[in-house]
């Protein structure tokens, strides 16, 4: 069966600070993966997807960045956090025709920028 | 642009009753909906995925509809229980890669 996997589960950093959150797909060959963010009062917003190794696609202007170095890895980074990065970040994976199929969610990293 | 609401934002309900969350869409070119719970803190759980040809999907106590010329959809929780209390949120993708998601119903299950 397959499972994902995301750490840390929390994460307290201050401004300016780097940022790295790591999900893992077990389980599957070559999945879309996908981050969202949930901030405080809002639903869920799309940040990136992926749908192979290296290939990147940004939903939103904003200072993170996504990765994808091997087929069930994916990356969250930023160089400089900022306050308004504060949030529950849920990593996703779905097979690969997503628009006829479901996405299923990891356990989510909660960051606080202080 | 597609925009998804849930109605209403809260609700408890008393341990036993059934109940009914509902979904709207504004843009009724979908592919399929999908229903998703959250517990407080933790990441989301796919409940049901209603394909757009389909009227209806059914799991357990959960049975969720689908009418995409008015652009809703219903999900049924049939004699709830308190560990049915979590946030509910229902998707629907608008692309090929990713899902519009409303801002959830939070259900309290009162025993």
């Known amino acids: 069966s397959q499972t994902i996997h995301q750490w840390p589960a929390t994460l307290v950093q201050p401004v300016g600070s780097p940022l790295s959150l790591e999900c893992t797909v077990e389980g599957t060959s070559n999945p879309n993966l996908y981050w969202y963010r949930q901030a405080a009062g809002r639903g869920l917003q799309l940040l990136f997807y992926?749908?192979?190794?290296?290939?990147i696609s940004s939903e939103v202007p904003q200072n993170l960045s996504a990765s994808r170095p091997q087929d069930r890895q994916f990356i969250l980074s930023s160089k400089k956090l900022l306050l308004s990065d504060s949030g529950f970040y849920l990593c996703a994976w779905s097979d690969l025709y997503p628009t006829t199929d479901t996405q299923y969610f990891g356990p989510g990293t909660r960051l606080t920028v202080l | 642009k597609q925009e998804v609401t849930q109605i209403p934002a809260a609700l408890s309900v008393p341990e036993g009753e059934n109940l009914v969350l509902n979904c709207s869409f504004t843009d009724s070119a979908i592919y399929n909906l999908q229903w998703f719970r959250q517990d407080p803190g933790k990441g989301l759980t796919s409940l049901l995925l209603i394909q757009s040809s389909q009227r209806e999907q059914t799991s357990g106590r959960l049975n969720a509809s689908l009418d995409k010329s008015s652009g809703r959809s219903t999900l049924y929780i049939a004699a709830s229980q308190p560990g049915d209390s979590a946030t509910y949120l229902c998707a629907v993708p608008p692309g090929a890669n990713n899902l519009f998601f409303g801002t959830g119903t939070r259900l309290t299950v009162i025993p």
């Open positions: 992926s749908v192979g190794i290296g290939q």
